[in-house]
């Protein structure tokens, strides 16, 4: 069992920046890939992106490349999603997610990750 939670969420103004953090406790954290996701009202749950159990590599969903950045820190049992640049359409609920697959594809697929935070809320103003 893993447990996360998120933190960090807020309002921001469009151009402006805010970094979430996802805690994890339980089993060993370093052995999962971790993942983002948000969902905003009325859509379905979106890959932000991820990055591998070591950290040493991520990706990310078209739609944020170049602006938000996924790190780790695997003693801390911590991942962050630092956000840039935003703008409305960033706006949603934001989850960290930790699974156990290991193809890129199973990385971008919300149903490959076993465990979920609870969520933080970032709302981006025009």
């Known amino acids: 069992q893993v447990q996360l939670v998120e933190s960090g969420g807020g309002l921001v103004q469009a151009g402006g920046s805010l970094r979430l953090s996802c805690a994890a406790s339980?089993?060993?954290?370093?052995?999962?890939?971790m993942g983002w996701f948000r969902q905003a009202p009325g859509k379905d749950r979106e890959f932000v992106g991820y990055?591998?159990?070591?950290?040493?590599?991520?990706l990310y969903a078209d739609s944020v490349k170049g602006r938000f950045t996924i790190s780790r820190d695997n003693p801390k049992n911590t991942v962050y999603l630092q956000m840039n640049s935003l703008k409305p359409d960033d706006t949603a609920v934001y989850y960290c997610?930790?699974?156990?697959?290991?193809?890129?594809?199973?990385?971008?697929?919300?149903?490959?990750?076993?465990?979920w935070g609870q969520g933080t809320q970032v709302t981006v103003s025009s």
């Open positions: 339980g089993r060993a954290f370093s052995g999962y890939r």
């Open positions: 990055i591998t159990r070591s950290g040493s590599a991520t």
């Open positions: 997610a930790a699974g156990s697959s290991y193809t890129v594809v199973d990385g971008t697929v919300p149903e490959k990750y076993g465990y």
